[in-house]
């Protein structure tokens, strides 16, 4: 039996989902930042008699409505995905999920609750390996459909584009084609001769490196709070810890979640990808029919996040994975990763591809934003992280996308007979509501803004 309540006052909304036989109660809490993020928090709770279940409904929702106006927050049902944070509590467990949009890895909402944890309450997946390497937790483990180990085709993986970006950069007609191809079929590509010096990018590598390395005790000064996107955090179901970080613009940097082994490296590494990326940007708006600067203008103003995932060693790495599949809810990405040690796959064609690391090089995909801009013409494709059972590996992802009032929907002059208009217009900041709202697996989120399937609010 479920029993479904739903009350609104004001801008206060809460949903609440009482089911009678499993005794689960589920709030959905989110937060419109006003600056493009957005945070989501989920609140399960259980109870083992249904009379204390029922009072717990109660009261549980009142203080919850409460904290409601006391912090800004408005509450509404979803389904989405966390990450999981324990609250100790001797009659029951309260798990507490939050999601935030810099998230590159996709979670899934375990309806599950958690034995009370000694110090530290977090478990981190890097902390779970170590105490543990041989043993790994039911949440993590998926089936044989889920893995699609049946669809691996390493040998495409020498297809995947790479692009020269001094000749990119310099306007080169050929370079520029190669680029439309790239998004057009691959919606990945690799760039080499990007101007990045090599000591810069071991340098952060090191950095982060001997981060990973501090204790825990150490790495949970920088701790994601419930209330905030940026900070250390790791995932629920996903083999990954990771640190998100908002570089630009500078003014929404939070300095007490730099660590001071990374913050000089850290910050030069993000201006370097800024220049690349942007020139990415500008090649992508001339393929547009735009102005060299046009889909920069577009987005009134470039944010730019940071992210590193690192990835401890698996000992069921045909059952675990890093990264849940999922496209990016941005404009692009660019990734540089290990030289040594290959775990990025991407979706082509229902097939899962390998992207075969080339030192010093970055890759970079395309995001949601610029698939809608161009009505479909480039793809914002699927992709995941799989783990090692020997080697750990650590991924840095920087995200650039466009303010939080800034429009997106097809360009005009990409819409005719032959291309109809596929995507309803919106602002940057509803989609990601509207993300949020989804399940981050796979591409629900995009398809959802098609015309023919939108889904509005």
């Given at each position: 039996m ?13 949903t609440v989902?009482?089911?009678l ?8 809490v989110?937060?419109?930042l006003n600056?493009?993020p957005?945070i989501y928090?989920?609140?399960f ?6 009379l ?8 549980f ?13 408005f ?10 944070r324990p ?8 798990s ?7 998230n ?7 309806g ?6 000694e110090?530290?309450?977090?478990p ?10 041989f043993?790994?937790?039911?949440s993590?483990?998926r089936t044989?459909?889920?893995?699609e ?5 390493p ?6 584009p790479?692009?020269d970006f ?5 306007g ?5 084609l ?26 952060v590598?090191?950095?982060v ?7 825990i005790k ?8 419930p ?8 995932t ?6 990771y ?10 940097r939070?300095?007490?979640f ?6 000089d ?12 990326g ?13 102005e060299?600067h046009?889909l920069?203008d577009?987005?009134?103003e ?10 401890p ?6 059952k ?7 496209s990016?809810?941005r ?9 040594d040690?290959?775990?990025?796959e991407i ?5 899962w591809?390998?992207i075969?690391p080339?030192?010093?090089a970055?890759?970079v995909?395309?995001?949601?934003v610029?698939?809608i ?9 699927e ?9 750990k590996?650590?991924t840095f992802?920087?995200y650039?996308?466009?303010q939080g ?13 032959q ?5 309803k217009?919106t ?12 399940k ?18």
């Amino acid at each position: 039996m479920l029993i479904f309540y739903c009350w609104q006052v004001l801008p206060y909304r809460c949903t609440v989902f009482f089911s009678l036989k499993k005794n689960v109660l589920c709030f959905c809490v989110s937060r419109d930042l006003n600056v493009g993020p957005y945070i989501y928090y989920v609140v399960f709770l259980s109870a083992r008699e249904d009379l204390v279940f029922k009072k717990t409904v109660f009261l549980f929702s009142k203080l919850m409505f409460l904290h409601s106006f006391q912090t800004g927050l408005f509450l509404s049902g979803s389904h989405t995905q966390h990450q999981r944070r324990p609250y100790q509590s001797t009659q029951r467990t309260v798990s507490i999920a939050k999601m935030s949009t810099l998230n590159g890895g996709a979670d899934h909402v375990l309806g599950t609750t958690h034995k009370k944890e000694e110090s530290p309450t977090f478990p981190y997946i890097q902390e779970t390996a170590r105490k543990n390497p041989f043993n790994v937790p039911e949440s993590y483990v998926r089936t044989e459909e889920q893995m699609e180990k049946h669809l691996y085709t390493p040998h495409l993986s020498s297809h995947l584009p790479i692009i020269d970006f001094g000749l990119l950069s310099n306007g080169n007609k050929e370079e520029l084609l190669k680029l439309d191809f790239a998004c057009k079929e691959w919606g990945y590509f690799q760039i080499v001769n990007h101007g990045m010096q090599i000591d810069l990018m071991q340098r952060v590598k090191d950095a982060v490196a001997e981060f990973s390395e501090l204790s825990i005790k150490e790495k949970i000064k920088y701790a994601m709070p419930p209330d905030d996107m940026q900070g250390y955090g790791h995932t629920s179901v996903d083999w990954s810890d990771y640190l998100v970080l908002l570089v630009y613009p500078t003014r929404f940097r939070k300095p007490q979640f730099w660590p001071k082994e990374l913050k000089d490296t850290i910050d030069a590494y993000s201006n370097e990808i800024k220049r690349i990326g942007e020139e990415v940007i500008n090649s992508l708006s001339l393929l547009l029919g735009l102005e060299e600067h046009g889909l920069l203008d577009l987005h009134r103003e470039v944010h730019q996040g940071f992210r590193v995932n690192y990835y401890p060693p698996c000992n069921t790495p045909e059952k675990v994975l890093g990264v849940s599949p999922h496209s990016d809810p941005r404009t692009i990405a660019i990734v540089m990763q290990d030289d040594d040690v290959s775990g990025t796959e991407i979706r082509y064609k229902r097939n899962w591809v390998p992207i075969t690391p080339i030192p010093g090089a970055l890759v970079v995909n395309v995001g949601d934003v610029i698939e809608i801009l161009s009505n479909g013409k480039y793809k914002s494709v699927e992709h995941r992280a799989i783990t090692n059972k020997n080697k750990k590996r650590t991924t840095f992802i920087s995200y650039l996308f466009p303010q939080g009032d800034a429009e997106i929907g097809a360009l005009d002059h990409m819409i005719d007979d032959q291309n109809p208009k596929m995507y309803k217009d919106t602002t940057y900041g509803e989609y990601l509501r509207h993300v949020l709202n989804t399940k981050l697996e796979g591409k629900p989120h995009i398809n959802a803004t098609k015309i023919n399937e939108w889904i509005g609010e």
